[in-house]
């Protein structure tokens, strides 16, 4: 059930939110549990058993936890990390290895007849688990480091790690960060007409853009590395990097709207990332939830920016390799995370006090271009894919009619490319500060006005909705 279905919208939205309502404020966590249960099973049945399985877990050895047990507590965290990062691996990447296990093997001389009957049969990656797995691991490490106590109510602290909004694609929200809002929140009707319109912002994000540019994403990168033609294969990966922002930061908008609707106050995941002058910019404003988690208990423990430059390179390059895999257990996403570490290495060095001088204008070309050039990376199925892809982008080939840009590029799909690429500028921010600065209006025409185009906002992206069924989410099953 992703948030654009109008199984969502129309059915579960507004009975949760009725239903929230009318519980009161002593039956608001066990009612926002349950239906968030509930929104787990619809697409996972048997998976709840996990979810519910990591939460036990990690509230059990919590209260164990204690930054003044010494030995003892450190053992119990590492039993806790174990369990977290056993159950992501077993389910994540356990094909993915032994798929790559089985190939070593061949190539070795061993005999491997047929793909064995439990790999075969090995069961789809539940959704969501890379993101509540990562909420768990923040817990349980923030309580070891003394930064906030275990919850004692394993009901609240189930409400914090499977809370719908966020469950299955972020933000990836610390208990430190909601613990208050868990134990006591405010409820308003300004609070949620906020909410209403954040969410129907990323709804439309959604539905208008991401959606319409992904059809001629989908096409170009379909086509054989002989069909398809170089200004085509630039417009695929330029679609696609549309795609991916207003799919996943329209994603954030919907659940930090929910979020509001119900009281909470979820961190932002997006900051404009495609107007960064640098790859180290660029990973400040794109998914700054999952980056700050990375750098919070990964990078600074491993030693962070301290120490010789060969040191602080093998750090960045850990961590955005294990980055990648966290996207997906495929070479693809390995190599898009190395080749991030390899240029945020690069930005460390001499290159990168020679790209802060550069003008501004060539800083942001070179950041578009390797960012460009790593969603190839991390839109193909495989390393032999992608490179027949790039390969076209830098020979000049012509391709054949199929990969005619007119045949697939219409109107509808030039609208949410301008619309997605103006509105990732600081463009529309300028204008409307301009327009302020020209025009006095009186406050309540502006609020009006404001909910006014929400509202049309919403209807259009409803009867889209109602009308399209092609609606693909790239970040279901992280």
Same mark, same amino acid.
């Given at each position: 059930?992703?948030?654009?279905?109008?199984?969502?919208?129309?059915?579960?939205?507004?009975?949760?939110?009725?239903?929230?309502?009318?519980?009161?404020?002593?039956?608001?966590?066990?009612?926002?549990?349950?239906?968030?249960?509930?929104?787990?099973?619809?697409?996972?049945?048997?998976?709840?058993?996990?979810?519910?399985?990591?939460?036990?877990?990690?509230?059990?050895?919590?209260?164990?936890?204690?930054?003044?047990?010494?030995?003892?507590?450190?053992?119990?965290?590492?039993?806790?990390?174990?369990?977290?990062?056993?159950?992501?691996?077993?389910?994540?990447?356990?094909?993915?290895?032994?798929?790559?296990?089985?190939?070593?093997?061949?190539?070795?001389?061993?005999?491997?007849?047929?793909?064995?009957?439990?790999?075969?049969?090995?069961?789809?990656?539940?959704?969501?688990?890379?993101?509540?797995?990562?909420?768990?691991?923040?817990?349980?490490?923030?309580?070891?480091?003394?930064?906030?106590?275990?919850?004692?109510?394993?009901?609240?602290?189930?409400?914090?790690?499977?809370?719908?909004?966020?469950?299955?694609?972020?933000?990836?929200?610390?208990?430190?960060?909601?613990?208050?809002?868990?134990?006591?929140?405010?409820?308003?009707?300004?609070?949620?007409?906020?909410?209403?319109?954040?969410?129907?912002?990323?709804?439309?994000?959604?539905?208008?853009?991401?959606?319409?540019?992904?059809?001629?994403?989908?096409?170009?990168?379909?086509?054989?590395?002989?069909?398809?033609?170089?200004?085509?294969?630039?417009?695929?990966?330029?679609?696609?990097?549309?795609?991916?922002?207003?799919?996943?930061?329209?994603?954030?908008?919907?659940?930090?709207?929910?979020?509001?609707?119900?009281?909470?106050?979820?961190?932002?995941?997006?900051?404009?990332?495609?107007?960064?002058?640098?790859?180290?910019?660029?990973?400040?404003?794109?998914?700054?939830?999952?980056?700050?988690?990375?750098?919070?208990?990964?990078?600074?423990?491993?030693?962070?920016?301290?120490?010789?430059?060969?040191?602080?390179?093998?750090?960045?390059?850990? #961590?955005?390799?294990? @980055?990648?895999?966290?996207?997906? +257990? $495929?070479?693809?996403?390995? *190599?898009?995370?190395? %080749?991030?570490? /390899?240029?945020?290495?690069?930005?460390?060095?001499?290159?990168?006090?020679?790209?802060?001088?550069?003008?501004?204008?060539?800083?942001?070309?070179?950041?578009?271009?390797?960012?460009?050039?790593?969603? #190839?990376?991390?839109? @193909?199925?495989?390393?032999?894919? +992608? $490179?027949?892809?790039?390969? *076209?982008?830098?020979? %000049?080939?012509? /391709?054949?009619?199929?990969?005619?840009?007119?045949?697939?590029?219409?109107?509808?799909?030039?609208?949410?490319?301008?619309?997605?690429?103006?509105?990732?500028?600081?463009?529309?921010?300028?204008?409307?500060?301009?327009?302020?600065?020209?025009?006095?209006?009186?406050?309540?025409?502006?609020?009006?006005?404001?909910?006014?185009?929400?509202?049309?906002?919403?209807?259009?992206?409803?009867?889209?909705?109602?009308?399209?069924?092609?609606?693909?989410?790239?970040?279901?099953?992280?």
């Amino acid at each position: 059930m992703v948030f654009s279905s109008p199984i969502f919208l129309f059915g579960f939205l507004p009975l949760v939110l009725l239903g929230y309502l009318l519980a009161g404020k002593s039956g608001r966590n066990v009612f926002l549990l349950i239906a968030s249960l509930f929104f787990y099973a619809w697409g996972e049945p048997v998976f709840v058993l996990l979810l519910l399985t990591s939460i036990f877990a990690n509230y059990v050895f919590a209260l164990r936890l204690s930054p003044r047990d010494g030995i003892s507590s450190k053992t119990t965290l590492c039993a806790v990390v174990s369990i977290n990062l056993g159950l992501l691996c077993l389910f994540k990447y356990m094909p993915f290895l032994a798929e790559n296990a089985l190939l070593v093997l061949g190539r070795s001389g061993t005999r491997i007849e047929n793909t064995p009957y439990w790999l075969a049969n090995w069961p789809a990656m539940p959704i969501g688990i890379s993101f509540f797995t990562f909420q768990a691991l923040s817990y349980v490490i923030d309580v070891s480091r003394g930064i906030c106590p275990a919850q004692r109510n394993p009901l609240k602290l189930g409400l914090y790690i499977s809370m719908f909004p966020q469950l299955i694609a972020g933000p990836i929200v610390r208990y430190s960060e909601i613990r208050e809002q868990i134990d006591k929140r405010h409820w308003s009707l300004d609070a949620f007409s906020e909410g209403a319109m954040r969410f129907t912002l990323g709804l439309a994000k959604k539905i208008l853009i991401a959606d319409t540019v992904a059809r001629v994403a989908d096409i170009f990168f379909s086509l054989s590395p002989g069909s398809l033609s170089t200004p085509a294969a630039w417009l695929g990966v330029i679609c696609f990097a549309i795609q991916i922002y207003y799919d996943f930061s329209g994603y954030s908008d919907m659940a930090i709207g929910m979020g509001r609707m119900f009281g909470f106050r979820y961190p932002e995941n997006f900051n404009q990332p495609y107007i960064a002058r640098s790859v180290r910019d660029f990973w400040r404003r794109w998914h700054m939830t999952l980056s700050r988690w990375f750098r919070d208990y990964l990078y600074i423990p491993l030693g962070g920016s301290r120490g010789p430059s060969w040191r602080v390179g093998l750090n960045l390059f850990v #961590v955005f390799s294990l @980055c990648g895999l966290w996207h997906g +257990a $495929s070479w693809t996403f390995l *190599v898009w995370g190395l %080749f991030h570490g /390899g240029f945020l290495a690069l930005e460390r060095t001499a290159f990168g006090k020679a790209l802060s001088s550069w003008p501004k204008v060539f800083q942001h070309a070179y950041l578009v271009f390797v960012v460009l050039i790593s969603w #190839v990376l991390f839109r @193909c199925e495989s390393i032999t894919d +992608a $490179s027949h892809y790039l390969t *076209v982008m830098f020979t %000049f080939q012509a /391709g054949d009619p199929s990969s005619s840009i007119a045949m697939h590029f219409g109107n509808d799909a030039l609208l949410a490319l301008l619309a997605g690429t103006l509105f990732c500028s600081n463009v529309p921010k300028s204008l409307v500060a301009w327009f302020r600065s020209k025009v006095v209006l009186p406050s309540t025409f502006l609020e009006g006005a404001r909910a006014a185009s929400f509202v049309a906002l919403f209807a259009l992206t409803v009867l889209s909705v109602a009308s399209n069924s092609y609606s693909p989410f790239l970040y279901f099953r992280f």
